[in-house]
């Protein structure tokens, strides 16, 4: 998880704006809150700013936060967007999970709700930047001209990019589901073998020069 979340809260009652700031920069260490009285000042912050989160209210004079959910999900398709509503209603969480929002939370007396929503934003901010790892991880595998698959702890792959389906003559759709002893090629040894199966069935991540071809090769 990064060093600090910057947080956008768009509330426009703003007592309760500063209170949740207090709480959650106290719950969090990492937490940096900023406030916006309404949806379009809330805009204004996107556009200067980074975020890594927003916290909305539902009902507001000028837009409701479902509203500045679809407006912002237009520019910030990725963004976590919560809605921290004092209105829960079905009506309100079905419109709003339609529309994208990442979590629904109504609003509640005391101050365990400060709690659950600080865990809330944790958990939006971490699943996002594990996403995006994801997909930077995917497009440097894919550029790479190394044949590379992908193999769960059972030491079944998972995945193989391009380079694997043009080295190895395998495409990914017969590759996937089997495991690597597909690509026996004889030029290997015993302890070859041995050595990647434990990095495989141990799960970790093994690299080496390897000469396969269509066949079948030692189980572990």
Known sequence: M???????HVEDDP?????????LEQTDERFSVETAPNPNIGLQKLQNDEFDCIVSDYDMPEENGIEFLKTVREEYPELP???????????????????GVTDYLQKERGTD???????????AVEATHARRERERFKTAVEATKHSVYITDRDGVIQYVNSAFEDITGYPAEEAVGSTPRILKS????????????????????WRNEFIGCRGGYPDP
């Open 2 to 8: 990064k060093a600090g979340i910057e947080i956008l």
């Open 15 to 23: 007592d309760f704006a500063d209170l949740t700031a207090t709480f």
């Open 81 to 99: 967007f919560i809605l921290f509503t004092g209105k829960g209603s079905e009506a309100v969480a079905s419109e709003a999970i339609s529309t």
């Open 113 to 123: 709700q400060y709690t659950v929503l600080a865990n809330r934003i944790d958990n």
């Open 186 to 205: 004889g030029e290997h040894d015993s302890e070859y073998y041995e050595e990647m199966w434990e990095a495989i069935l141990d799960g970790e991540t």
